[in-house]
């Protein structure tokens, strides 16, 4: 006999298995980057704390979503892009495991790029790379994308913050 107590917590149905595995897997890679850049001086540390808290609390947020409380309705519903009169109504869209691999892969390659030879070089590779092969856009618009996020990004924190942003291992 079912009292109502834990019907609303059902993230181990299977067409959210996929995407609780995958949650559930950033989420620790989440704390383990927070773990490490406690190693780092404390003004290095800063910003890779800022990425990692903020990741955790998309982690989160994408795990409270999973369920079927009213909490997880609404966090659905706000970041799903539902209009405000759909409220009632579940999304039927959830992404496939591979599409979500191939976006993590994505991420996780960026990171390594940045590692290897830094944040000035990746970041307009990144943008142009992900917005022609992922996004389809042309050649014009990937480069004025590319070109755009870098300025912003110098401009943003060499110039602005003054913090120097990671050069990569070849330029130690």
């Known amino acids: 006999m079912n009292n109502g107590m834990n019907s609303g917590m059902n993230i ?3 067409e959210k298995r996929g995407a609780l595995y995958f949650a559930l897997g ?5 704390v383990f ?22 990741g955790l609390i998309l982690c989160t947020l994408d795990l409270i979503g ?3 409380t009213a909490l997880g309705r609404i966090i659905n519903t706000v970041f799903s892009g539902t209009a405000a009169g759909e ?16 976006a993590m892969a994505w991420m996780v390659g960026l990171v390594i790029g ?3 030879v830094g944040f000035m070089v ?37 110039f602005l913050l003054k913090y120097e942003l990671y050069r990569g291992v070849f330029a130690e």
């Open 12 to 14: 181990g149905a299977p």
């Open 26 to 30: 950033l989420f620790a890679l989440t």
């Open 33 to 54: 980057f927070i773990y490490l850049s406690y190693d780092y001086a404390p003004n290095v540390r800063l910003f890779p704390l800022m990425v990692g808290y903020t």
């Open 66 to 68: 999973l369920t079927d």
């Open 87 to 102: 409220t009632g109504k579940v999304a039927k869209f959830t992404p496939k495991l591979s599409r979500q691999l191939i």
């Open 114 to 116: 940045i590692y290897i």
């Open 122 to 158: 990746m970041v307009p590779a990144y943008v142009f790379s992900s917005m022609y092969f992922q996004g389809k856009k042309s050649v014009k618009k990937c480069a004025y994308g590319a070109v755009s996020t870098t300025v912003f990004v110098w401009v943003m924190f060499e």
